[in-house]
């Protein structure tokens, strides 16, 4: 069982996203929250340690920043079936290096995404 | 005999005229052609006080008709400045003799035991002393000069009780106040909170916050060193007014901080609708999604925004 997630406070790039995510053929229902908070709250309350999930984390977002979502779920999570990919606006060199210092991170994507590296990603994961 | 070649300009003020030739005729026997100005009285002494400087050295009798005594002495000293006084006095006022060298004069001679030799020995002596007198002199101008027209302030404390004994100009202007009203007043009443002064060794230098009479603050470096002056310890406190520096590295920094706010809105919230339209154009070329109007209402908005939030970073950088 795999779950894929988007944590993005814009509708329209969630939207962008989920139109990608649909030319490359990933039927998979997502969820969305639309901040860290929200996002927390669920894996709070739904985290199974023996399913995957993909999460698309932007940065910049009200009440938990994509940062401060990373350190809160660090202690509870399991490594090997939690890929995160930051999906964000940002090409300030100090997002990306402090991207590089979270190892649950398995990427760094700027905006816009681009459906290349969508299907890389498909492909690797085996969507 | 040999005798001295020089040219002397020698004045003699007295009144007995028998002293005066006995004196003349000990000149001649030393000097040749001594230059010999003889006045009688003092206010005839006073018509040459324009050009005195020309004069090696003065003798002048104690008791003149017109001045006499303390005053008289004074009043010649005040016209001779850099040219020696010796005084002329008769056994019977031999004790006024050492009170005129209190007062300035450079030597006495007692009328009753003058000779050629004495005098002669009393002008060389004299005028060669009074040379080294002057270059101390003109040393302590030197350094009275530099304290008092050094651009950076400073504060002669003493050493025991802290209080000011001597401060410049440049101090007396950056701290509103006048010497007089800074003289012997303890060196913590211009330190923020009277702080007491941390003096550890010879050129520490310490921040401090001092007040000026109006209390406003001045941000100073200080550099301490102790000196010896008339034999007891004192502290020299140099200042250095370094207030509109910290407001300048203030101002920079701020204006640091805005351009980091700038770069972080810049990239997190200017590229946002931007990444968005790059996005939805991306997702209309693959679609075919052209007639789809929820899309093209998107990519509208999305251009708004940016123009709004390019307008907000345009005020923001015209307030640096």
């Given at each position: 069982m795999k779950h894929i997630l988007i944590v993005d406070d814009d509708p329209v790039a969630t939207l962008i996203l989920k139109k990608n995510l649909e030319l490359i053929q990933v039927n998979q229902e997502t969820i969305t929250f639309s901040n860290g908070e929200e996002a927390y709250a669920y894996f709070k309350k739904k985290?199974?340690?023996?399913?995957?999930?993909?999460?698309?984390?932007?940065?910049?977002?009200?009440?938990?920043?994509?940062?401060?979502?990373?350190?809160?779920?660090?202690?509870?999570?399991?490594?090997?079936?939690?890929?995160i990919y930051i999906l964000t606006s940002s090409i300030n060199k100090l997002d990306m290096d402090k991207a590089t210092q979270y190892t649950l991170i398995e990427k760094y994507l700027s905006k816009p995404i681009n459906k290349e590296v969508l299907k890389t990603i498909k492909e690797e994961n085996k969507w | 005999m040999i005798k001295d070649d020089k040219n002397y300009n020698i004045v003699v003020i007295e009144d007995n005229i028998g002293d005066f030739f006995l004196l003349e005729e000990y000149l001649n026997e030393k000097i040749n052609n001594p230059l010999v100005n003889h006045f009688e009285r003092f206010s005839e002494f006073t018509k040459i006080a324009d050009s005195i400087d020309e004069v090696d050295i003065i003798f002048l009798d104690l008791s003149l008709p017109d001045k006499s005594g303390k005053e008289l002495v004074e009043e010649v000293l005040k016209i001779s400045r850099n040219i020696p006084v010796v005084v002329l006095t008769g056994l019977s006022d031999f004790s006024f003799a050492l009170k005129a060298i209190a007062l300035g004069a450079s030597d006495y001679l007692l009328k009753d035991e003058l000779n050629s030799v004495a005098l002669y020995k009393s002008i060389v002596y004299n005028i060669e002393r009074f040379k080294n007198i002057i270059k101390i002199k003109e040393s302590e101008q030197l350094y009275t000069d530099l304290f008092q027209l050094s651009p950076q302030p400073i504060f002669v404390i003493d050493a025991t009780t802290l209080t000011v004994l001597d401060v410049?100009?440049?101090?007396?202007?950056?701290?509103?106040?006048?010497?007089?009203?800074l003289i012997q007043q303890p060196i913590n009443s211009v330190l923020l909170n009277n702080d007491d002064i941390n003096f550890e060794s010879n050129?520490?230098?310490?921040?401090?916050?001092?007040?000026?009479?109006?209390?406003?603050?001045?941000?100073?470096?200080?550099?301490?060193?102790?000196?010896?002056?008339?034999?007891?310890e004192a502290i020299i406190m140099v200042i250095?007014?370094?207030?509109k520096r910290i407001e300048h590295l203030n101002e920079i920094e701020n204006q640091n901080t805005k351009l980091k706010d700038i770069a972080w809105i810049q990239s997190h919230i200017v590229r946002a609708p931007l990444t968005n339209i790059l996005g939805l154009i991306n997702v209309i070329n693959d679609t075919n999604a052209i007639t789809d109007k929820e899309l093209l209402t998107h990519l509208n908005n999305s251009v708004l925004e940016l123009e709004i939030i390019i307008n907000d970073i345009v005020n923001k950088t015209n307030n640096l």
């Open positions: 985290y199974n340690e023996k399913e995957n999930y993909y999460v698309f984390l932007d940065i910049n977002m009200p009440l938990m920043n994509g940062w401060d979502f990373l350190n809160s779920i660090d202690s509870f999570i399991n490594k090997a079936n939690t890929h | 410049n100009k440049a101090c007396e202007h950056l701290y509103d106040f006048t010497k007089e009203e050129g520490t230098i310490i921040k401090q916050i001092h007040l000026k009479k109006n209390k406003e603050q001045i941000i100073t470096e200080v550099k301490y060193n102790k000196i010896i002056q008339n034999g007891k250095n007014d370094i207030t």
